[in-house]
């Protein structure tokens, strides 16, 4: 099949239309035997139950939706319509209807058909559904809609399935309903009002002709064939008791669906216990999962498909392979697809018990028996979040044998790569799926990209490029801390204590690095270590300036070093933010408690306050110690209110007081004046 | 990737044909040899990793030589060949198809390159011709000493069904010429793949080998073809316990690149300055974490640490199903996202996904197409009512759930021949049984033949008794 033919579907959207007449209400002769409990000899038997015409039919179609929703949890629409004296639509194409509890809730208030009353003058009939169904038809489903407003090359082709449920007297019946549905089709088309509307393509028209065991039918099976340009027809003909197996081979085709019989499965007896017999188990997956084995040697292939017992498709025997211990499965390497299974009986027990393994966590291992008698494991079934999936293995020989091995490439002779940090760089960011669905448009990847940078914007490779991240014990929590997107007051208090201990150990005189026994000569002089490690700090934080309360960091460093910003890297990153804030107004009242409030206050306000005393200082000295001591305990005490906008721009006497000039602006005006 | 030759020994190719200049004469299966031995000089410098298979085709298809790395063993094997009968090309599709997918399964992109005489134009159009079965090209390169009428016939050097094309010599036909198109072949499809890779600010120019593959697919409203960008984008990692096992399309080794200056820098000193790709294996492989990385915007892959054998270990890209969903169970990639796993408590671990619906053989659905399903149903119920009154609440839940599924398939007949069986049950309960398991089942049975039972809002609830020692529903 070309590519081009996959597109459009007809299964994207479903429509049954069944019949809820009073002609269906009538038993089916399908009857099942209630002959349970053991009764004297000689007493009658209890009498057996029949299903009513509806009861087969409404059945069939439920097992229809559970296969498909359990296969295709999206994108495989089904909806159900009952007519009698009117259409029913049970439910519609919206996703939250597309699920078998929904539909059996609906058919709970349903009902059964309404009894049959001989010269009745009401008009019972199945056509009162094709309007509805052709209507459903032109219904765009969500997906449809989202398409067409995407402007592909491709236009979107509507294309649908119906299936209608009915009996008929003759052929020449089965013509007459046709050419109703044919012409309401035609009908709805010229309506259509778009974009919840499109106008049918084409349709594939499956008409399942059914009647009382007891009777013969004169309606013959139709194979395909076309009707009308946007029209196929198929037309089955088949005894009320066997639509359920009917309908499940129909869904193989329509779905292109395959079928596997995992055989040799070794099950407790229900009444021994003590011994065990083997049973085989059906499930439904798509046909894909068999490529594989369909594509290999022709003879194996042909040793593993067997006509499926009662049905007309076939079914591939894999033998069930009893796991030795949970983790003897294939590695990742070796899956090549994934498909979701169901279990055609789910009601047996044999099916049961396979469901319960898979759902407890354990995988079954499936083998292909080959023409020779060979064995190859070929698929492995395994749960999933509460889903079971058959994964196809891959048996053949890699192309990656042999491979060259990473330590013999590039950079593969470097023996001091930090992998325990980036372990725990690994571990910091880990994926996780979302609580909650994340609102539209929110893309989790660019958040993730963007934290990736921001945690690895200063991350030497190996232990011998870095110091600061090899004195943990000093720079901890610091680094941690820095590569936040946010960081609180707390924080930066936590950052600037770690500043403080280096500055405290320096004027110590302390070793940075223990000078290690083993290798006496790779010591790095004392002052050495404290000025490599001053870089590097002043490094990491510079790449790490998110937000305010990070520069008041590295104007921490700055001050403690006596070092003045000379690339004025703060008042830049500063700016920066001030420019962002301006650039989106609408942002700032929501951000800041003022936009009037000065953005450097505390920092401008101290500026003043205490490196004055820098110039007779010594930064090692204690007293230089005890500045940043008050400074410090000014900071705590400092009441959270915005500076004095006098005090911001005071200039310090000689005698410490603060002053201020009022009135500047006349100053300068008149200064200008009198340079004029 | 792996590569299969095929090489055409019909009469035709054992036509001579002489050189004007140098008044030599070959044969045009010596010069196809020629050819192949240009290629894997070419592959044994340029693609090292690359896997040769040869097949000799007339009238049938023979393997001369599997898969293979030793590139000598080829061109000792191809040196004699002999000339069998006419050309078909039916049976050597079919062949390469066999060999490819015995050896490497399915999923292992090869390429196919055939060398035959003028006929191909022609041959290679025929109705018997099928496409291949695994995922590559076909490439063919005729040798004929004039231009065959054919070419002009379908004006076309592309293969019907995208199988492939035809690229053949400049005539007149000489040694180098034939060198020449192989040589233009060897380096238009053994390219290394270069690609960045990349998470946040670290990065590690690598290459991909085999070089990854552009891929379509049909999906239910658009045919979906992806290409894997020059940059791989890091965009968290995983546990790998958590990942298990998706649905890989390829994997492909992440080998780190010489640094750009490598002309002037040794192998050994290369190997000294250090790679972010070499760190992110270690680490992956300490942890046995993933990282899962972004290919092209719609597309994603893992990027995992795995070893052919315990020694010589690996960064390996796998490659992904295309699509924001290539994990069921991990949900929607979109949707995931960055979150320290240290310092967590266990029952923190969040579900996966909340699956909207469970599948149908996660909850109790009942089935009754096939007698057997409603007959195992019934003698479920029939097996608790003779264990009640310890089974009373399992009893009535049975009853009721049996009783809703018969409401929704309208199933009336049912419940009264389920109220004649209990009472039928009663009427043959042992001697020493409990008074109140004759009590229940008759309550039972009443109540399934009164009107309101297919009701589907009702629920059948115990008979309340003087036995007080169950706890009712």
């Known amino acids: ?676 | 990737m792996a590569t299969v030759i095929a090489i055409d020994l019909s009469v035709s190719m054992f036509k001579k044909i002489k050189i004007p200049e140098t008044k030599e004469t070959y044969t045009l299966s010596q010069l196809a040899e020629h050819g192949v031995n240009t290629l894997l000089d070419y592959l044994a410098v340029h693609s090292k990793l690359e896997f040769v298979a040869v097949v000799t085709f007339s009238h049938t298809c023979d393997i001369l030589c599997s898969f293979t790395r030793d590139y000598e063993s080829i061109k000792n094997k191809i040196m004699h060949l002999d000339f069998r009968t006419d050309t078909r090309y039916a049976p050597v599709i079919q062949t390469i198809n066999y060999l490819v997918h015995s050896e490497w399964s399915n999923s292992v992109t090869c390429q196919v390159i055939m060398i035959t005489d003028g006929n191909c134009y022609r041959g290679l159009r025929q109705p018997d011709i099928t496409p291949f079965l695994f995922p590559g090209k076909l490439i063919v390169v005729p040798l004929d000493e004039v231009s065959t009428i054919y070419k002009n016939t379908y004006n076309s050097n592309k293969l019907p069904n995208g199988m492939g094309y035809i690229t053949c010599p400049e005539l007149p036909l000489t040694p180098s010429k034939v060198a020449k198109v192989f040589e233009k072949i060897a380096k238009e499809t053994y390219v290394p793949y270069s690609a960045i890779l990349r998470c946040g600010h670290l990065k590690s120019d690598v290459h991909l080998t085999p070089p990854p593959m552009s891929y379509t697919k049909a999906a239910d409203f658009e045919i979906i073809t992806c290409c894997i960008s020059n940059e791989l984008n890091i965009i968290g990692f995983l546990e790998s316990s958590k990942v298990e096992c998706p649905a890989t399309l390829s994997r492909h080794l992440v080998l780190p690149q010489r640094f750009s200056d490598e002309c002037t820098e040794s192998n050994e000193a290369s190997s000294k300055i250090p790679s972010f790709c070499v760190l992110l294996h270690g680490a992956l492989k300490v942890e046995n974490m993933m990282a899962l990385c972004q290919l092209s915007s719609n597309w994603f892959g893992l990027l995992v640490s795995w070893a052919d054998n315990k020694k010589k270990s690996n960064l390996m890209l796998i490659v992904l199903e295309p699509g924001t969903n290539p994990i069921p169970w991990l949900g929607d990639i979109r949707n995931l996202t960055l979150t320290s796993t240290e310092n967590k408590t266990e029952n923190d671990d969040p579900q996966p996904i909340k699956l909207s619906d469970k599948r149908s053989y996660n909850q109790s659905q009942l089935v009754w197409i096939k007698e057997a399903g409603l007959q195992a149903d019934i003698q479920k119920i029939l097996r608790q009512a003779r264990k009640m009154p310890d089974k009373i609440p399992s009893f009535y839940k049975e009853l009721n759930r049996i009783r809703k599924a018969a409401i929704a398939y309208s199933f009336n007949d049912l419940l009264t021949s389920i109220a004649d069986l209990l009472e039928l049950e009663c009427s043959n309960l042992p001697g020493g049984t409990h008074p109140d398991c004759a009590l229940q089942l008759s309550h039972a049975a009443i109540e399934l033949r009164k009107p309101y039972a297919m009701d589907p809002k009702l629920t059948i609830v115990p008979l309340v008794t003087k036995y007080p020692h169950h706890e009712l529903m």
């Not at chain 1, 060979?374 to 990656?400: A, C, D």
């Not at chain 1, 600037?496 to 201990?501: P, R």
């Not at chain 1, 959270?640 to 006098?646: E, L, T």
């Open chain 1, 1 to 676: 099949m070309s590519i081009m033919n996959q597109l459009f579907p007809a299964n994207h959207k479903t429509i049954f239309v069944v019949d809820h007449t009073p002609y269906f209400g009538l038993a089916s002769n399908a009857y099942i035997k209630m002959d349970f409990t053991k009764r004297p000899s000689g007493t009658i038997p209890p009498v057996p139950v029949f299903k009513t015409m509806w009861t087969c039919s409404i059945e069939a179609v439920v097992e229809y939706c559970r296969i498909v929703w359990d296969l295709f949890p999206e994108g495989k629409l089904i909806r159900v319509i009952s007519s009698d004296l009117q259409p029913r639509n049970l439910n519609s194409w919206a996703t939250s209807h597309q699920n078998v509890n929904y539909m059996l809730h609906h058919l709970s208030l349903l009902g059964p058909p309404s009894k049959l009353v001989p010269n009745s003058s009401r008009d019972h009939s199945i056509i009162h559904g094709f309007r509805s169904a052709a209507e459903a038809m032109t219904e765009c489903s969500a997906a449809q809609v989202e398409q067409g407003s995407k402007k592909n090359n491709i236009e979107v082709q509507n294309k649908a399935r119906t299936i209608i449920l009915t009996s008929a007297r003759d052929n020449a019946s089965i013509d007459n309903l046709t050419s109703m549905f044919n012409s309401e089709l035609n009908k709805v088309n010229k309506y259509v009002t778009p974009p919840n509307q499109m106008c049918v393509h084409h349709c594939h028209l499956v008409i399942i002709n059914t009647y009382p065991d007891s009777i013969t039918s004169e309606v013959i099976d139709r194979s395909v064939h076309t009707i009308s340009p946007i029209l196929d027809l198929e037309v089955h003909s088949i005894p009320a008791s066997k639509i359920g197996s009917k309908v499940a081979n129909l869904l193989l085709k329509h779905y292109n669906l395959g079928s596997t019989t995992v055989t040799g499965i070794p099950m407790k007896e229900e009444q021994n216990a003590s011994s065990s017999a083997n049973y085989d188990v059906e499930i439904y997956h798509a046909a894909t999962a068999h490529t594989t084995i369909l594509n290999a040697n022709e003879s194996d292939a042909k040793a593993v498909v067997a006509k499926k017992e009662g049905a007309d498709y076939k079914t591939i025997k894999l033998k069930w392979c009893t796991p030795r211990a949970n983790n003897n499965l294939p590695d990742i390497h070796s899956c090549t697809t994934l498909h979701r299974i169901t279990p055609v009986d789910i009601n047996s027990r044999p099916s049961a018990c396979l469901i319960t393994f898979l759902l407890n966590g354990r995988s079954v291992l499936l083998e292909m028996i080959k023409q020779g008698g060979g064995k190859s494991m070929s698929h492995v079934l395994k749960s999933y979040n509460g889903e079971i999936f058959i994964h196809t293995v891959s048996s053949g020989r890699t192309i990656l044998e042999d491979p060259p091995s990473i330590s013999e490439g590039p950079g593969g002779k470097v023996t001091q790569y930090r992998v325990a940090d980036f372990g725990s760089f690994m571990k910091l960011n880990s994926l996780q799926p979302g609580r909650k669905r994340s609102i539209e448009d929110k893309n989790g990847i660019d958040d993730a990209k963007e934290r990736l940078k921001k945690q690895s914007a200063y991350w030497p490779l190996t232990t011998s490029s870095t110091i600061i991240y090899n004195l943990k014990q000093f720079m901890e929590p610091m680094l941690s801390i820095m590569v936040k997107d946010n960081i609180s007051d707390q924080e930066v208090l936590n950052c600037k204590q770690c500043i403080y201990a280096l500055v405290t150990a320096e004027s110590k005189n302390e070793h940075l690095i223990m000078p290690s026994s083993s290798n006496p000569r790779k010591i790095i002089k004392k002052d050495d270590q404290y000025k490599s490690m001053w870089a590097e700090l002043e490094t990491f934080l510079k790449s790490n300036l998110y937000t305010e309360n990070h520069c008041k960091v590295l104007q921490c460093l700055f001050e403690c070093r006596g070092k003045p910003d000379e690339e004025k890297i703060i008042e830049k990153t500063l700016m920066r933010f001030k420019k962002s804030l301006v650039d989106r107004p609408s942002v700032i009242r929501a951000t800041t408690d003022s936009p009037m409030s000065p953005p450097l206050t505390q920092q401008t306000g101290i500026k003043h306050l205490v490196p004055q005393n820098n110039a007779n200082t010594d930064p090692n000295s204690v007293i230089y110690l005890k500045f940043i001591k008050e400074h410090e305990n000014y900071k705590l005490n400092q009441p959270p209110r915005i500076q004095f906008a006098g005090r911001l721009k005071a200039v310090q006497m000689r005698n410490g007081n603060l002053m201020t000039k009022l009135y500047q602006h006349i100053a300068e005006e008149s200064d200008s004046k009198n340079l004029k």
